[in-house]
């Protein structure tokens, strides 16, 4: 019994002094890497002129070592990669130096050489690429140098495992194990005592563990500070396409948003319904076919009732006689054509011509089957029907659209009536602009408003629009943007490079070839394609154009 008392009281020693233990496990050496202050493990040079970027980037260089360099060349403009270009490196302080220049991928290339001193040296880059010739050099490369050691770092990683309150935990921990191992010795232990100390040596354990992480959350909060700058390297730009332009002014155009629908024009669509009651006894068409005007669609037949029936056999057989007498007469006189007189040849034609298109008239009224023809050229939308099944009269059994060409239902309010009707040019847009392609096309006013909605008191305004290409569909949510006659100059920024972060606008402004900024900007009236830019970004500033998005991602995680 005294054993296991013992060996509980040894396992209660080393719990209580395991949490420091584990608290510090993997801290005591955090900074192994040999990096600089910035995080970065190799050197790295810009240089730029008005046509291109080049950036040099290389590991610490030893004297009469090979040595590979690695060089992006980009659009200083547009940051685009420069692909295909004929680079020829030189250097001032060493004519002998041989360079091999090898593009790796499109905008990056690799170079190898060998220098053979401990000195600076300076590389002048001869591009010729599509943007035309240029010279540009880069200096200095500091053969021998080896990365400088963040010196605050390393100090605190020489700092990190000590601290006397680990000391003086343990001895404590170690001094109440001994003490509690003497007491289970003896015969008669104090019960009373033995739960005093208990209960003093389990928070004495969390304490170890609290104090060991002591100091961390200062560190973690100094490095989630926030800050409006971003380190890009120049492959994350070139993989997620980041495209910068250049900030200037430009004639910007006013215009006025408007929300519209997607209807049919008078001719676009048509419902076709059998005029009698019967059954559909062929089907010409699918769903989804094209037809022409005048195609047929169906076949049906009549359910017609014994007494009609009857009836329309008697006129038939009437009309079928008159017609008969009539061509017999006139077969007559053409054989005594040459004695007959010539008004009774023309009588007897002209009565045979009726009692031909009165027949033909009946045959056409009264046959039992009914063909159903498209007035239009369209195509077939969904029908439920098959071949016996029951129709009814004038229940729309096909409908055909045509959507070459569609309206435009707009709603404007009074506010914006002059402006509409004072503007001379019209365009749609998707309403979704999150679409892969944002399709666009120019409409035209055909019918001012002419009716008040009384929901909402907007009028309702018609436009038309050449739908050829079949972008749009019927009942398709649209905007119209209606552009005003006249411009003002004002400072613009393309709306693909506006994002927005904590609920407003936000664009990001290449500062270097690796650095970017996140700055607020307020913006002014939006014409769909530009916005006016009031404050926030200076002209001659490389803001993103494209990449916008994932340069909020990479921004709202570092």
């Known amino acids: 019994m005294k054993r296991?008392?013992?060996?509980?009281?040894?396992?209660?020693?080393?719990?209580?002094?395991?949490?420091?233990?584990?608290?510090?496990?993997?801290?005591?050496?955090?900074?192994?890497?040999?990096?600089?202050?910035?995080?970065?493990?190799?050197?790295?040079?810009?240089?730029?002129?008005?046509?291109?970027?080049?950036?040099?980037?290389?590991?610490?260089?030893?004297?009469?070592?090979?040595?590979?360099?690695?060089l992006f060349l980009s659009n200083f403009n547009s940051n685009q990669p420069i692909a295909k270009a004929t680079l020829q490196v030189t250097s001032p302080e060493d004519s002998q130096l041989k360079f091999t220049v090898t593009e790796t991928e499109p905008g990056i290339y690799a170079i190898s050489t060998t220098f053979p001193k401990q000195q600076n040296y300076a590389l002048n880059v001869s591009i010729n690429a599509a943007l035309g010739p240029d010279l540009l050099q880069l200096k200095p490369i500091e053969v021998g140098k080896e990365l400088p050691i963040d010196e605050a770092a390393a100090a605190a990683s020489n700092t990190a495992g000590f601290n006397p309150l680990y000391i003086l935990g343990f001895v404590s921990a170690f001094l109440i194990g001994i003490l509690l191992t003497y007491l289970t010795m003896r015969r008669?232990?104090?019960?009373?005592?033995?739960?005093?100390?208990?209960?003093?040596?389990?928070?004495?354990?969390?304490?170890?563990?609290?104090?060991?992480?002591?100091?961390?959350?200062?560190?973690?909060?100094?490095?989630?500070?926030?800050?409006?700058?971003?380190?890009?390297?120049?492959?994350?730009?070139f993989l997620f396409d980041i495209v910068t332009q250049k900030l200037q002014p430009g004639e910007f155009t006013g215009s006025v948003k408007l929300f519209g629908t997607v209807i049919p024009s008078s001719t676009g669509q048509a419902a076709i319904a059998a005029p009698q009651n019967g059954k559909l006894t062929s089907l010409r068409v699918k769903v989804g076919q094209k037809v022409t005007a005048g195609q047929t669609l169906a076949v049906v037949e009549q359910n017609i009732e014994a007494a009609s029936q009857i009836g329309l056999l008697t006129e038939r057989n009437n009309l079928t006689a008159e017609y008969e007498a009539a061509r017999k007469e006139y077969d007559r006189l053409k054989t005594i054509e040459d004695i007959a007189a010539r008004r009774d040849v023309d009588e007897a034609a002209a009565r045979l011509e009726k009692a031909k298109n009165n027949l033909q008239v009946l045959k056409s009224a009264s046959g039992r089957f009914i063909t159903l023809k498209s007035p239009i050229n369209g195509t077939v939308q969904d029908f439920t029907l098959a071949v016996g099944a029951t129709v009814n009269a004038n229940e729309p059994l096909f409908t055909i659209n045509n959507i070459s060409k569609v309206y435009i239902e707009a709603q404007v309010y009074d506010k914006d009536i002059e402006k509409i009707y004072g503007n001379n040019r019209y365009v749609v847009e998707c309403a979704d602009k999150d679409k892969d392609q944002h399709r666009t096309a120019e409409v035209t006013l055909i019918s001012p408003a002419q009716t008040i909605n009384p929901t909402n008191q907007s009028q309702r305004v018609l436009f038309e629009m050449d739908n050829r290409n079949n972008d749009f569909k019927i009942g398709e949510f649209v905007n119209i943007r209606a552009f005003a006659t006249q411009t003002t100059r004002d400072m613009m920024l393309p709306?693909?490079?506006?994002?927005?972060?904590?609920?407003?606008?936000v664009v990001f402004i290449k500062d270097s070839a690796e650095h970017y900024s996140m700055s607020f900007v307020q913006l002014g009236e939006n014409n769909g394609t530009y916005t006016v830019l009031l404050k926030g970004a200076e002209d001659g500033e490389r803001i993103v154009l494209n990449g916008a998005y994932q340069m909020k991602m990479m921004y709202l995680n570092q």
């Open 4 to 70: 296991i008392i013992k060996i509980v009281w040894l396992f209660l020693l080393i719990i209580s002094i395991l949490p420091t233990a584990i608290a510090h496990e993997g801290h005591d050496d955090p900074k192994k890497k040999n990096l600089t202050a910035e995080g970065t493990s190799f050197f790295s040079i810009e240089t730029v002129s008005d046509k291109y970027e080049l950036l040099l980037r290389y590991d610490p260089i030893h004297p009469g070592e090979a040595a590979e360099l690695t």
């Open 188 to 237: 008669r232990v104090n019960k009373a005592v033995l739960t005093v100390i208990i209960t003093c040596l389990i928070p004495a354990t969390f304490y170890n563990a609290a104090q060991a992480h002591e100091g961390h959350d200062e560190e973690n909060k100094k490095k989630g500070s926030f800050s409006n700058q971003l380190n890009v390297p120049k492959e994350t730009q």
């Open 495 to 505: 709306n693909s490079s506006i994002t927005e972060i904590n609920g407003r606008p």
